[in-house]
């Protein structure tokens, strides 16, 4: 009987053991893509306003499109810059592509974080927390960098806007978790009671 318990316990730790060797790899390689990721941030702020002119492309695909409809007038202020869809369209376009690439960027390095502590087993609240704070951190260093790029602007609700995209990433991340998660009970559920 000494023997099976014994033989029980060191295949329970020895799951143990792996469990924890995986959870310390996983946490590695999220550390990794979050570094790898952060480089990349950083190395789009050293680019020139020019360098990420998308301007002439959207030039030449509205031309091959013939878009052929009036344009809405949908018009806002953005610091001291006035937007008009109607007036300047391709400026209104590289606006809303920006904003939405600074919402894409940040969004996927909050996950990185925040999925990387949950993976460890972190507590929801230190894991949001941790994430927006290096979101926070990561968007004011980049502003900063962007001061020294040729005809680049750096602006503190760009700080505002990378942090909304960590929000937003964080949320749709935990939600289709919670959806996976309830897929997979409903699974083993329907599988049991069969």
Known sequence: ????????MEEGSGRTRQKHVRR????LIALLLIVIWILVIWSMSTQ????????PWLHKWSQKLHIGFTLPDVQF????????LKQRPYDFAEFVFRKSAHLFVYAVLAVLVYGGL????TSLVTSIVSALALVFVIAS??????????????????????????????AIYAGLQSMIRRIRKGKRTSIHSE
């Open 77 to 84: 202020t953005y610091g001291e810059y006035e937007y008009s």
């Open 141 to 170: 260093i980049d502003e900063y960098i962007q001061q020294f790029s040729p005809d680049r602007t750096s602006s503190i609700r760009d700080v505002g806007v990378d942090l909304l995209g960590g929000c937003c990433g964080i």
């Open 24 to 27: 310390t790899y996983g946490f």
């Open 48 to 55: 020139s306003s020019q360098q990420q002119d998308i301007q």
């Open 118 to 121: 949950r993976y460890r087993r």
């Open 1 to 8: 009987m000494k023997v099976v318990k014994i033989k029980m």
